[in-house]
């Protein structure tokens, strides 16, 4: 039963308000809570040969560079993908065949943990990718129709990705995390106002919902494009076969409305402001996890508790960023070096010698060298959030933990309006800083003795690390609430390295497309990798059967 002391008031000053009353609540439930399933029979598999898959599986994620926090619901699309378009396991009497399957390879590879998924799991599972084969094969009646799709692969794909991002969330859903989305919705819609003649009030509650996925789930564009796919289709927990065929028959029409909320003009104000609550909530709640009664009780007992134990919380989590600051880079300097460096590397030595050069050994030790240590310097200068960062993030929470306090309301500017004359120069002086930069660094390396092939290359890397040094930096600056503060520095570098960035994100996209190792994982190696799996699993559990028959 709760503890009686929840449910009181603390004095005056410290008097908690409802929606961390709530936070409360539902944290001391949740760890108190007993296991309704403790007696369902789970999944298991062998240790042995799970161990195996989860080896592949790290090769697999080592060539294929994704953000941690996104690699099981990647893993759930490959699975999905595989059974259903590679198999051609498409008819709606497959989908608890496929639910098992899925479950069954997901505990395989780490993502799930063994002998502690309820068997219930694969009809629950299975419900949704039955939804999901219903709406692709209504889907491909109307694009045999209608064809406003680039491609069919693309249909499918798409339906692919919500049906994945369905499951991704049925798997991961926490009653906590739903409340903090929840609370931190209820003070952001109502605090948030758009200008007077802004033309998105239609779209600002969902987009407010949107940044909240976005900025404390981490969601990636699919998983917010599920997010919004249900906002678009409100009964779509348990639809009609009307209803998914309805939805099939417009899949184009919602797909649009779906991309373009995705790159709505608000996204980027709203992610900042959402982002400062993420921050509040996600530390609050971690506050309380460690003892819910005793830091609630210390608001009377010890007030200067909480603020300490905000403190605390907080340079653990800076020191955590920092830990996956340096992982999220080695990460990065294996993909890179496995998909990128062996190919530059061989493409340069037969490429100098065919255009006569000599070659360089300098130039290229500095190419295959380059990456790491540029990767390397980044992570290491990259600072962690300061003292005043800290100080702001416990204000900040009491503002939302304790009565007396008001939210202001927060008014969003208006979209910048330029001409046509102001937007041409601006790309032309972009275009021409970024010439610039490729031109001085051409120089440079010209009077090192590198040629136009080596050139090539290095400017290739330079580009591609770049851009995945502010990805990997991006996880140490989603704790960084405080402003920081514009000096020449950051201005040069800025007007002078971000054209650099732009160029690397831009390869990044296109070469993500030209995977091989990729490639030969997915479409050569792991059908009959798992088909082995399989068998091997089918194996042991004869043989542990046959060792009970003479025991």
Same mark, same amino acid.
Not at 202 to 231: C, P, T, W
């Given at each position: ?32 809570k ?24 790290k ?21 999905l993908r595989?059974?259903?378009?590679l ?28 002998n502690?998924v ?22 491909l009646?109307?694009?045999q ?5 680039k491609?069919?692969?693309e ?25 903090? !989305?929840? %609370?931190?919705? #209820? @003070? *952001?819609?109502? /605090? +948030?106002?758009?200008p007077?003649?802004? &033309?998105?009030e ?26 919004l796919?249900?906002y ?5 927990t ?8 309805? !939805?099939? %028959?417009?899949i #184009? @029409? *919602?797909?649009? /409305? +779906? ?5 709505? &003009?608000l996204?980027?104000?709203?992610n900042?402001?959402?982002n ?7 530390i609050?709640?971690e506050v ?9 009780n ?5 007030p ?8 605390? !919380? ?5 020191g ?5 600051l ?14 990128k ?7 340069e ?28 310097l980044?992570?290491?200068f ?15 929470i ?9 939210n ?12 046509k ?15 610039f ?30 851009f ?32 650099i960035?732009a160029?690397?994100?831009?390869l ?9 190792f ?34």
């Amino acid at each position: 039963m709760l503890n009686p002391t929840l449910n009181r008031k603390t004095e005056k000053n410290f008097e908690i308000t409802e929606n961390a009353k709530k936070l409360f609540q539902v944290i001391y439930n949740e760890q108190n809570k007993n296991e309704d399933d403790e007696n369902e029979p789970k999944l298991k598999v062998s240790v042995l040969i799970s161990k195996m898959a989860f080896y592949y599986e790290k090769i697999r994620n080592s060539v294929d560079y994704k953000e941690e926090y996104l690699l099981r619901k990647n893993a759930i699309l490959r699975i999905l993908r595989r059974q259903i378009v590679l198999e051609g396991m498409v008819k709606e009497t497959s989908s608890n065949e496929i639910s098992k399957n899925l479950l069954v390879e997901l505990i395989r590879a780490g993502y799930l943990k063994n002998n502690n998924v309820p068997e219930y799991k694969i009809d629950e599972i299975g419900k949704i990718v039955n939804k999901y084969i219903k709406l692709r094969n209504y889907s491909l009646v109307a694009f045999q129709k209608t064809e406003n799709f680039k491609t069919k692969r693309e249909l499918v794909n798409w339906i692919l990705f919500i049906a994945a991002s369905e499951i991704e969330e049925k798997l991961g859903r926490n009653k906590i995390t739903q409340v903090e !989305i929840n %609370e931190i919705y #209820e @003070i *952001l819609s109502s /605090a +948030i106002k758009l200008p007077e003649d802004s &033309p998105f009030e239609a779209d600002r509650e969902i987009q407010i919902f949107v940044s909240i996925h976005r900025n404390l789930l981490k969601f990636d564009s699919d998983m917010i494009g599920f997010i919004l796919f249900k906002y678009y289709n409100a009964d779509w927990t348990d639809p009609s076969d009307e209803k998914i065929k309805k !939805i099939g %028959e417009n899949i #184009e @029409i *919602l797909r649009q /409305a +779906i991309n373009r909320q995705l790159a709505h &003009p608000l996204a980027g104000q709203l992610n900042k402001i959402v982002n400062r609550y993420t921050v509040y909530f996600s530390i609050l709640s971690e506050v309380i996890e460690e003892n819910p009664v005793l830091v609630y009780n210390s608001f009377k007992d010890d007030p200067k508790a909480f603020p300490r134990n905000i403190k605390k !919380i907080c340079n653990r989590r800076y020191g955590q960023a920092k830990s996956k600051l340096w992982r999220a880079a080695v990460r990065s300097i294996i993909y890179i070096f496995l998909t990128k460096s062996i190919f530059a590397i061989a493409i340069e030595i037969p490429a100098t010698k065919f255009f006569g050069d000599a070659l360089n050994m300098t130039a290229l030790a500095i190419n295959v060298s380059f990456p790491a240590l540029l990767l390397f310097l980044i992570v290491l200068f990259t600072k962690l959030p300061s003292e005043k960062n800290t100080e702001d993030i416990i204000a900040g929470i009491n503002n939302i933990a304790f009565e007396g306090h008001k939210n202001e309301e927060i008014r969003l500017r208006q979209a910048a309006k330029r001409n046509k004359f102001l937007n041409s120069v601006f790309g032309s002086l972009y275009s021409v800083t970024f010439l610039f930069s490729v031109g001085f660094i051409i120089w440079a390396l010209d009077k090192i003795g590198f040629n136009f092939v080596s050139i090539t290359i290095f400017l290739f890397f330079l580009a591609f690390v770049s851009f995945f040094a502010i990805r990997i930096r991006k996880n140490a600056h989603e704790l960084i609430i405080v402003e920081s503060r514009e000096n020449i520095f950051t201005f040069l570098t800025d007007f002078f390295y971000i054209p650099i960035v732009a160029f690397g994100k831009w390869l990044s996209e296109k070469f993500s497309r030209i995977n091989l190792f990729v490639f030969i994982l997915d479409f050569i190696i792991e059908s009959p990798f798992k088909i082995f799996v399989d068998i091997a699993e089918e194996w042991t559990k004869y043989i542990r059967e046959r060792k009970e028959d003479i025991v």
